[in-house]
């Protein structure tokens, strides 16, 4: 008789053992969870939840809803965003008894069509910003001008292209700490070019300091993710000597982009 209350003492033990590290684990997992939808009130799928400084994300499923577990407590930024429409922004309090819940309507972004014309692109100018223009309207690309780069509130470098296909986010350390610049995966590669030039040479063959651009230094953005989508003038920068296999490309327009093509005497200038 007293082995069975031996026994029964050890298995209440063991139960009791178990169900802390249940409530442990549980507790450790306390975040944020809800659902995303449009103005309609239908599920939005893939839409990005952001929390505190970027290092937590998750996107949501098929349903809208997400779980982003966290080890944050108190008062953090979450910050939901999908292409198309505005971002949403707001501040929770995370605490160890409950999950967070948050519901969020996202607004669609109005898109104005420009005028359909057949453009061939290989005509544009390559190193003005009018060049930008003319080969976004003949396509081919992906691209982004000022509005729809800041209306991602884009806190890293990487924030610039969220939803482009092919890329991916990789740490770089810059002046000013940790950022996230967009890379590929180690089975290919990607290149890039500043005002249409390459990024380590401009006309006066000055090195561009890459770690010390911001955000807030592009004003446009042009990406081919495969070569065959690369106009002939910049091809050459996506399949250099030095690589087996062509590259992808994005080309970058910084403020000081030239407006209009200059005379062809005088040298293309890029300042940092």
């Not at 008062?75 to 605490?95: A, C, D, M, S």
């Not at 001008?145 to 296909?165: H, K």
């Amino acid at each position: 008789m007293a082995r069975r209350s031996s026994l029964a003492r050890i298995a209440w033990f063991v139960l009791a053992l178990g169900s802390l590290a249940a409530t442990a684990a549980e507790l450790s997992a306390q975040g944020v969870r809800g659902v995303v939808l449009d103005s309609a009130q239908r599920a939005l799928v893939d839409a990005e939840i952001i929390l505190g400084n970027g290092l937590e994300r998750v996107r949501s499923d098929s349903n809208g809803t997400f779980h982003l577990g966290t080890g944050l407590r108190g008062k953090q930024r979450v910050r939901v965003r999908l292409i198309g429409y505005r971002p949403f922004e707001t501040n929770v309090t995370i605490t160890e008894q409950a999950w967070t819940d948050l519901r969020v309507a996202l607004t669609r972004m109005p898109q104005l069509l420009a005028e359909v014309r057949i453009t061939d692109r290989n005509e544009c100018a390559p190193t003005t910003i009018a060049g930008f223009e003319c080969r976004r309207r003949a396509g081919g690309g992906l691209f982004r001008d000022a509005g729809e780069i800041r209306s991602l509130r884009p806190d890293a470098w990487a924030d610039m292209f969220d939803g482009m296909p092919g890329l991916r986010r990789v740490p770089m350390m810059t002046p000013d700490g940790l950022d996230w610049r967009p890379g590929v995966a180690p089975s290919r590669c990607l290149r890039w070019l500043y005002n249409g030039h390459d990024p380590m040479f401009n006309g006066n063959v000055k090195k561009i300091p890459e770690g010390l651009l911001v955000t807030r230094d592009v004003i446009a953005i042009e990406y081919y993710q495969h070569y065959r989508d690369v106009p002939d003038v910049y091809q050459r920068f996506a399949w250099p000597k030095e690589e087996q296999s062509p590259c992808g490309l994005i080309v970058y327009w910084l403020r000081e982009a030239p407006a209009k093509s200059k005379a062809p005497s005088r040298k293309v200038t890029i300042r940092p």
